[in-house]
């Protein structure tokens, strides 16, 4: 990943952790009727930081580096 990519993703994250925040305050300080919608924008955010966190990326290739297929030289 670029710098560019790490950035956004950062940004994504920490606005997801944001976001789950201020939803779980607002749940705790309503009533459970008028609440329904905050919860629900606390569970999608939780969820999504969940995937984010345990989602792997592979490691990139080293461009330099010789593959396995190449033979001995």
Excluded: H
């Excluded at 790490?6 to 300080?29: K, M, N, Y």
């Excluded at 329904?36 to 990326?57: D, G, P, R, T």
């Amino acid at each position: 990943m670029d710098d560019t990519a790490l950035l956004r993703q950062t940004i994504r994250r920490c606005t997801a952790v944001l976001v789950a925040t201020l939803s779980t305050l607002g749940v705790s300080l309503q009533s459970p009727e008028e609440a329904s919608y905050l919860l629900m924008l606390a569970i999608v955010s939780m969820v999504y930081l969940a995937v984010e966190f345990i989602k792997v990326s592979p490691p990139a290739e080293n461009p330099g580096s010789p593959s396995s297929t190449d033979g001995e030289k």
